[in-house]
Structure formats: C-alpha cells, structure tokens
C-alpha cells in the first residue's frame, strides 16, 4: 500500500510500486552500510529513523525523513512494516545553502587574512586556489595577467594527473584576440560559464585542452578595468553551476586586491631604491647591495673595483643652459653610463653630479679600462636638448679592494682620491688609486 502523497512526491503511480521493493527509489548515493542497518533494525523489531536521499520516477532526487516501524500480529510475529515519510527536500536545500555560505564566508575571511597579513603575491594566489577548492571543487584551476593584448599565467594549482602533465598548465602567453571568451569578459566584466564544453562554440580546444569539459572564468578587475582572469576547470561534463560563477568572481575580487597590493609595493619599493631623476640606484640602495657584494667577494675569494664619476664643471652647464637642461644631462649622462658598463656592474647616482659604479670580480686594470669607455661615452657625443648641443666631459677614480681596503667605505674613500687626482691632472680623464 502507499498513499496519493507517496504517488505525487515519487511520481510512481500505485500500480507501478505494488509487488516491488523500496530499492526502485535508491538513488545510489548512499552506501549499503545504510541500508544493512536499515534491514537490521526492523528485522530485529526495532523502530529505524532516518534521512534518505531517493531518485523519482524522472530522475530526479529528493529528501524525505523515514521513520519505519516494525508489525507484528497478535502471536507476536513480524507481519509487516509501516513507514511514515516527510518529504524534507526544502529543508535540505535550505541547509545546504547556507552551509555553502558559511564555508564561503570562512574561504573568504581566510583569504582576506592573507591578504592582510603578506604582501607577497604568489603567498596570496596560493592561498586564493585552496580556499576556492573548498567551495568550488575543481581539477585544475589558475590566475592569469592581462598586459596590453597578451594574457600570461602567473599562478596555478592542479588535481588531475592529465592536468598536471598538460601543456594548458604551461607559461605560455596567449592572444586576447584569440579567445573569444577573453574578448567577452574583458567586455562584459561578468564571469563565464561554459557547462559543456564540446557543445559551445565560444570554447577553442587545443590539443592540450582536450580532457577539459566543464569550465569557469571570472574577471579580475582593479578601478574598473579588467586586469586579469580567475579560471577553474574540470574534466566532468556539467560539474559547474551558476551559483559556482558567483562565487568565483568573489574570488576574483581578493586576487585583485592581492594584485593591486603588489603592485603598490612594487612601485613603492622602487621608489624607496631608485633616484627619480636618473632612474638609477639611489646612495642609501647602493651602499646595501655593495655590502652583499663585498661580503660575497670575501667569502669566494674574489676581487672588486669602484668608480668613482663626475661630471666636470657642472655648474656651468646649468648656468648657461638652465636647470632642465642640466636635469637631462644628469639623465643622459646616467643612461651613457649604464649603457657602457656590464649588467653585473651596480651603478647609483652617489649625490649631486657624482656617480658611482661597484664592479665585482673586475681588477683595476680592467675597471680602468671601463672607465675609458664611460668617458668616451659622454665626452665623444654631444647631449642634445632641442636644438641646442651640450658638450660634457667625465672625471673618474678608480680603486680596487686589496688586504689594506677591505671595506666598502675605504674602498669609495681611494676611489673618490683617485677621482680628485683626475680633476687636478686636467679633468675628462681616468686615474686609478695606488697605495703609497
């Protein structure tokens, strides 16, 4: 027997059921551990309560809370079972909502603790990838950088084993134009969300790509531009939902905040290093990084020479031609510099006019014959400012560090005496430190 609710919630009508067992409703997501209790208890003639989830007539899954209760006719033997059902689908949809929404809000709030706690970007994005997971299970999924046309992967995380090995997971840059899903979003500034991806025309597989079939992006936008993109994937058909796309884009938002951060710190950090008129290292930045260098010249047992630059009879310059004119001489005359001596070389803007080059494992020989080439950089070509050719010339000291001046102080004090000596022998010249 079953009555007309168990017809309208099962969509079995009653000559469908009689005859058959409950197993017609098992919608195979619960385990035969359940049912064995199940059969147990009301075998034993106890009374079993509990929440099955079971699939319709149609396919589709419902909630009920069963309470079944054992029979037994008046010599006490089992005869039948009685069980009473509520269809509790709501009530379950409702839980599982706003326990979804509480493991968001604490992804979210973990993120954002993070996000306060480092400035580090890879820390970030990291952290970003595993609290989406907890929310949005995925096979693989990545942050990627927008720059100009190009879009570059910066950070990703993968489950899947095809994932892993895949060329979708490599450094590559793509074409926003040749992605159409890009174009969309760049333009929408909405996430997208391609359920199937065999099915729809706006995704271009690429070999690599291929075990790809359900998909999200979401933008990452900083001041209402679109600076990169937040995907997850997965290799199941109809893994991902619209309620999935939602949350994502909430992700997207902390990896752009993380992103603005960064760059903050970047463009503080340069500022705190770099002089702003020259573009060069500034004094304080030097003297840090000259004393990672020596230290590293001690322990290899290596040598290091120091330049010491000035530019002669500045004053005049900026008396007959203006201060902007003597500000772009100091410009040109730093780029000259930079450009004549080897990457390794550090080159600051000591102070004023004064340069400063530290080049390690270079020998006064060959630091003398470096600042040849930086003399002849400056004094062989005019700067031009408009119509108007400014000539300059270049005096330079030169030390190396020896048992006696080991220390970068000392080493800058024979550099800077050479450099005078330069000065009084005539300037536009090279001279180097010997000890007396």
């Given at each position: 027997?079953?009555?007309?609710?168990?017809?309208?919630?099962?969509?079995?009508?009653?000559?469908?059921?009689?005859?058959?067992?409950?197993?017609?409703?098992?919608?195979?997501?619960h385990g035969l551990e359940l049912y064995?209790?199940?059969?147990?208890?009301?075998?034993?003639?106890?009374?079993?309560?509990?929440?099955?989830?079971?699939?319709?007539?149609?396919?589709?899954?419902?909630?009920?809370?069963?309470?079944?209760?054992?029979?037994?006719?008046?010599?006490?033997?089992?005869?039948?079972?009685?069980?009473?059902?509520?269809?509790?689908?709501?009530?379950?949809?409702?839980?599982?909502?706003?326990?979804?929404?509480?493991?968001?809000?604490?992804?979210?709030?973990?993120?954002?603790?993070?996000?306060?706690?480092?400035?580090?970007?890879?820390?970030?994005?990291?952290?970003?990838?595993?609290?989406?997971?907890?929310?949005?299970?995925?096979?693989?999924?990545?942050?990627?950088?927008?720059?100009?046309?190009?879009?570059?992967?910066?950070?990703?995380?993968?489950?899947?084993?095809?994932?892993?090995?895949?060329?979708?997971?490599?450094?590559?840059?793509?074409?926003?134009?040749?992605?159409?899903?890009?174009?969309?979003?760049?333009?929408?500034?909405?996430?997208?969300?391609?359920?199937?991806?065999?099915?729809?025309?706006?995704?271009?597989?690429?070999?690599?790509?291929?075990?790809?079939?359900?998909?999200?992006?979401?933008?990452?936008m900083i001041r209402g531009q679109v600076?990169?993109?937040?995907?997850?994937?997965?290799?199941?058909?109809?893994?991902?939902?619209?309620?999935?796309?939602?949350?994502?884009?909430?992700?997207?938002?902390?990896?752009?905040?993380?992103?603005?951060?960064?760059?903050?710190?970047?463009?503080?950090?340069?500022?705190?290093?770099?002089?702003?008129?020259?573009?060069?290292?500034?004094?304080?930045?030097?003297?840090?990084?000259?004393?990672?260098?020596?230290?590293?010249?001690?322990?290899?047992?290596?040598?290091?020479?120091?330049?010491?630059?000035?530019?002669?009879?500045?004053?005049?310059?900026?008396?007959?031609?203006?201060?902007?004119?003597?500000?772009?001489?100091?410009?040109?005359?730093?780029?000259?510099?930079?450009?004549?001596?080897?990457?390794?070389?550090?080159?600051?803007?000591?102070?004023?006019?004064?340069?400063?080059?530290?080049?390690?494992?270079?020998?006064?020989?060959?630091?003398?014959?470096?600042?040849?080439?930086?003399?002849?950089?400056?004094?062989?070509?005019?700067?031009?400012?408009?119509?108007?050719?400014?000539?300059?010339?270049?005096?330079?000291?030169?030390?190396?560090?020896?048992?006696?001046?080991?220390?970068?102080?000392?080493?800058?004090?024979?550099?800077?005496?050479?450099?005078?000596?330069?000065?009084?022998?005539?300037?536009?010249?090279?001279?180097?430190?010997?000890?007396?």
């Open positions: 027997y079953a009555n007309p609710k168990f017809v309208e919630v099962s969509g079995y009508s009653l000559s469908e059921v009689i005859g058959k067992t409950p197993r017609i409703l098992r919608s195979g997501e064995r209790n199940l059969w147990q208890t009301i075998k034993a003639g106890q009374v079993w309560k509990g929440e099955v989830h079971n699939r319709r007539k149609d396919g589709t899954l419902y909630w009920e809370d069963s309470t079944i209760t054992p029979v037994f006719d008046s010599e006490h033997k089992l005869v039948n079972f009685i069980a009473i059902k509520e269809d509790i689908t709501t009530r379950k949809e409702l839980e599982d909502a706003e326990r979804d929404q509480r493991k968001l809000a604490e992804a979210l709030r973990d993120t954002s603790t993070a996000l306060n706690s480092t400035l580090n970007l890879d820390e970030v994005l990291d952290r970003v990838l595993e609290n989406i997971e907890k929310v949005t299970p995925f096979d693989a999924a990545m942050v990627l950088m927008i720059k100009g046309h190009a879009v570059q992967k910066i950070r990703q995380s993968n489950n899947l084993e095809k994932a892993i090995h895949s060329g979708v997971t490599g450094n590559t840059q793509a074409n926003l134009i040749n992605v159409p899903i890009l174009q969309e979003m760049r333009e929408t500034r909405q996430p997208c969300l391609i359920p199937d991806t065999q099915g729809d025309p706006r995704w271009r597989a690429v070999p690599e790509m291929g075990w790809i079939r359900s998909f999200i992006s979401a933008p990452v600076v990169g993109i937040l995907n997850v994937l997965s290799g199941t058909r109809g893994f991902f939902t619209q309620a999935h796309a939602e949350r994502l884009l909430a992700f997207a938002s902390q990896v752009a905040v993380a992103m603005e951060n960064a760059q903050l710190f970047e463009r503080v950090h340069h500022l705190s290093v770099t002089d702003s008129l020259t573009e060069l290292m500034n004094r304080r930045h030097f003297f840090e990084v000259s004393k990672i260098e020596l230290e590293r010249t001690h322990r290899y047992h290596r040598t290091l020479s120091v330049m010491m630059i000035d530019i002669d009879h500045f004053k005049t310059i900026n008396d007959t031609h203006g201060h902007a004119t003597g500000d772009l001489a100091l410009r040109e005359v730093a780029g000259r510099i930079k450009h004549s001596v080897r990457a390794i070389d550090v080159v600051a803007r000591y102070g004023g006019e004064e340069f400063i080059v530290l080049m390690p494992e270079t020998t006064i020989q060959e630091a003398c014959q470096v600042a040849e080439r930086v003399r002849k950089s400056v004094s062989d070509d005019p700067i031009e400012d408009n119509s108007v050719e400014v000539w300059a010339t270049l005096s330079i000291g030169v030390a190396e560090m020896d048992g006696q001046n080991s220390d970068i102080d000392r080493i800058i004090r024979y550099a800077d005496q050479a450099l005078y000596a330069a000065k009084a022998a005539g300037r536009n010249r090279v001279e180097s430190y010997r000890n007396p």
